[in-house]
């Protein structure tokens, strides 16, 4: 499933379950069907029914959750503890072979491996008011390799994101927000995989006003990241983006803050 096509989806669907059924479907087919979605530092009241803190929707096997979460393992994973220093997704592997894991972070990710997460990859989320969360997609598979589908998981993640926030709001609490042609112009470019360098010279004027429309256009979307305010851009039907292949996603995700 493509992008756009999720995000079609998903701008008709009206409930987490469904919401998230959608997001599995759409992972399983890169083959990681197993997906965690939480919120790290805040508590969101909208969440699936028995998915005890800090998680909102889960499908991994239901003997790994139950040792998790009776064990507090969210207290010690290292996903959980170091998303929050990670601006990019980031693969398990890369975990245990470059950060000075502890013993207990490592014994998680080890364990997860037994009971059936044997390749993952997460990818930090942040939102309004220092709100941080992730959402992680693993495989049962042996020989997956997340790096060759961290492009499109990590965008499905975004728009994941942003359409779960846009449904958890209450209805009385959305308004309209209105960008200017400046701000769209930029946000468009951005996701055609322009640096604020890049568009500054396209548009004939400096970076610093370039980067001045794109950070108040974000403000306006409430996200600290260009990338999730792209998302929810196109999701609102602020900018169209006509044609956008894989490869310029890809490129667009690689240079996004």
């Not at 992008?3 to 599995?24: G, K, W």
């Not at 507090?72 to 220093?85: C, G, L």
């Not at 060759?148 to 779960?164: D, S, T, Y």
Request: with cysteine.
């Amino acid at each position: 499933m493509d992008l756009f096509c999720f995000i079609d989806c998903a701008n008709r669907t009206q409930s987490l379950p469904d919401l998230f059924e959608l997001l599995v479907g759409a992972a399983a087919e890169e083959g990681f069907g197993q997906v965690a979605y939480g919120a790290l530092n805040y508590v969101e009241a909208m969440r699936l029914p028995d998915h005890p803190m800090p998680a909102i929707a889960l499908n991994f096997p239901s003997a790994w959750r139950k040792h998790y979460f009776e064990r507090k393992y969210h207290e010690i994973d290292p996903v959980v503890r170091r998303t929050a220093f990670h601006s990019k997704p980031f693969m398990w592997d890369h975990l245990l072979k470059q950060d000075r894991l502890q013993a207990g972070e490592r014994r998680v990710i080890h364990e997860s491996r037994e009971a059936g997460l044997k390749h993952g990859m997460s990818v930090p989320l942040f939102g309004p008011s220092g709100r941080i969360s992730v959402l992680s997609f693993a495989s049962h598979f042996d020989d997956a390799d997340p790096g060759r589908r961290l492009h499109h998981l990590h965008a499905l993640a975004c728009q994941f994101h942003v359409a779960f926030g846009e449904l958890a709001r209450p209805a009385t609490s959305h308004e309209m927000i209105e960008l200017s042609e400046r701000e769209r112009e930029c946000l468009r470019w951005t996701a055609e995989g322009k640096s604020s360098w890049d568009i500054g010279i396209i548009l004939k004027i400096s970076e610093n006003t370039i980067n001045f429309h794109i950070k108040k256009a974000m403000r306006k979307l409430g996200t600290t990241s260009r990338t999730v305010a792209v998302v929810k851009a196109i999701r609102l039907g602020l900018i169209e983006i006509p044609g956008l292949s894989g490869s310029v996603m890809s490129m667009w995700l690689d240079n996004a803050d």
